[in-house]
């Protein structure tokens, strides 16, 4: 069981640029979601899906966040355009059941803004 | 608004001390409460509670919820250097899948 995919595992950019943050969640697993982590807010949830649906985006921070997640197999997470305050490690994690116990998060994506 | 909140915030301890480490929450209509231990990279699952004064537990590591006064303990005995991590409490309210995640405690285990 490869377990939760993210790439990339780190990224770096400038202030203004497009990011794009990819997960592939474990392969039977109807829930999806999207965590910011910083040092300052902790383990924020954005965004999360269930049966490929959007149900709760009540986290995504501003405008500039957008979430995708056109099958079962694959999310995006876009920030458009990239400021240094979204510098942070961004989780995704998968749940097979319809309850958010059990999450199995992926490594992460660190992302530095510069 | 929901709120979980953990302490203390950082723990030093020797190796074979027993830790306590707290969390106390505030959501609308409670499902469960989890604990999840990150070392250097994606949080990994130790406990779900639902119910109050069932102790869960596995090895050296057992949690107690208690749902009347709203919090919850995990304890660690005989702590050894492998169990210092961020230790993550979440509440999931009955508002479908969602965690709220308290800022952790940080426990470093000194040799």
């Known amino acids: 069981d490869a377990g939760v995919i993210q790439s990339p595992r780190h990224e770096v950019t400038e202030m203004g640029q497009e990011v794009t943050l990819r997960c592939k969640p474990i392969s039977g697993h109807n829930s999806l979601f999207w965590y910011r982590q910083t040092m300052m807010r902790g383990l924020e949830l954005l965004i999360y899906f269930n049966n490929n649906v959007p149900i709760d985006d009540s986290g995504m921070p501003e405008d500039r966040f957008s979430a995708k997640m056109p099958n079962a197999s694959f999310s995006t997470l876009k920030i458009q355009p990239s400021e240094p305050r979204d510098s942070a490690v961004y989780f995704c994690?998968?749940?097979?059941?319809?309850?958010?116990?059990?999450?199995?998060f992926g490594p992460g994506t660190r992302l530095t803004v510069t | 608004e929901d709120k979980v909140v953990q302490s203390p915030l950082s723990l030093v301890v020797h190796e074979g001390d027993t830790v306590t480490l707290n969390c106390s929450y505030e959501v609308t209509n409670f499902r469960s409460l989890l604990w999840y231990k990150q070392e250097k990279k994606a949080p990994t699952f130790l406990f779900m509670l639902t119910s109050s004064g069932i102790e869960k537990k596995s090895g050296r590591l057992s949690s107690i919820l208690d749902k009347k006064e709203l919090f919850s303990i995990l304890n660690i005995t005989a702590t050894q250097t492998g169990d210092s991590a961020v230790y993550l409490c979440?509440?999931?309210?009955?508002?479908?899948?969602?965690?709220?995640f308290g800022t952790g405690t940080r426990l470093l285990v000194s040799p």
């Open positions: 979440a509440v999931e309210a009955m508002s479908f899948q969602k965690l709220v």
């Open positions: 994690a998968s749940s097979p059941a319809d309850t958010a116990y059990e999450q199995y």
